[in-house]
């Protein structure tokens, strides 16, 4: 499966986030990232 990242979530995690969507949108690429990362060293 391949996943699209655009640049600007990379940054989200830095983002304010007090907005919903933000928060979302950070805790998704933070699981995304994680579950690469568990796939690498697997």
């Not at 640049?7 to 690469?36: G, H, M, S, V, W």
Request: with cysteine; proline share 2%; glycine share 0%.
């Amino acid at each position: 499966m391949r996943i699209y990242l655009d640049n600007c979530c990379f940054n989200r995690p830095f983002d304010d986030q007090n907005q919903i969507k933000i928060k979302l949108e950070t805790e998704a690429k933070l699981y995304i990232q994680e579950k690469i990362r568990q796939h690498s060293t697997a």
